[in-house]
């Protein structure tokens, strides 16, 4: 089944204005990446975590794996902001095996 | 830095032929190498995982016989497509560890049209 549930799908904010993405997991993982998609389809790494908190510019990302959910928050957000946001989590079985959820798509409005 | 180069960007075939995408590592050796789908509104699904000294494992619903990946050494993958249809279109990325870090980096993906 699905091993990572990611929300919101879709989220509208105005320009300076912030919220937070959530990924909740059903299965014990050993470390998680957040990801933006452009629009050309490419993906910028913005976070990688095995725990706790890291935080970079106006993108803040928590992980706590015991009670498996991880969240990325960002604040004022600008229209470049706007794309779509993806959490993969590793999977604890040894390897490098990474499962992504599904998918928020961000539009900042001016 | 370290950087992972994806070619072709895009790529257009007819149904029923093959295509082969690259990806290469520049700057680091890699550890392993993942490649995965996006299909249309869909998340990303892997297909197979490449690890050095270990034999390709391949997902559920992927095969070597449709998916064969070669990867000859620490800075070099590739995959073909064979016999691609319209259920195979979608954006195709490599990503790639090195050493123990387990971040994934990826390669800004082959987007493969069928016709």
């Known amino acids: 089944g699905d091993q990572v549930e990611q929300s919101p799908s879709a989220l509208s904010l105005h320009e300076g204005t912030g919220s937070a993405l959530r990924c909740n997991f059903t299965t014990t993982m050993r470390a998680v990446q957040w990801f933006q998609q452009n629009s050309r389809g490419s993906l910028i790494n913005l976070f990688y975590l095995a725990s706790g908190t890291k935080e970079n510019g106006r993108l803040k990302s928590t992980f706590n794996s015991k009670e498996s959910y991880s969240t990325l928050h960002i604040r004022d957000a600008q229209l470049e902001d706007s794309g779509t946001y993806f959490c993969?989590?590793?999977?604890?079985?040894?390897?490098?095996?990474?499962?992504f959820g599904a998918g928020t798509r961000l539009k900042v409005i001016a | 830095g370290a950087l992972v180069y994806q070619y072709p960007r895009r790529t257009i075939c007819k149904s029923g032929t093959s295509m082969r995408m690259e990806c290469q590592a520049v700057g680091f050796q890699a550890t392993s190498v993942a490649w995965y789908r996006q299909s249309p509104q869909k998340t990303f699904e892997l297909i197979a995982l490449?690890?050095?000294?270990?034999?390709?494992?391949?997902e559920q619903n992927f095969t070597q016989e449709k998916f064969p990946i070669s990867h000859p050494n620490l800075s070099f993958s590739s995959m073909t497509v064979l016999n691609a249809y319209l259920e195979d279109r979608g954006l195709y990325l490599c990503g790639a560890h090195w050493g123990s870090a387990e971040t994934l980096y990826f390669g800004s993906g082959t987007r493969l049209t069928v016709l």
């Open positions: 490449s690890t050095v000294n270990s034999a390709i494992k391949y």
């Open positions: 993969a989590a590793s999977v604890n079985t040894g390897n490098y095996k990474y499962v």
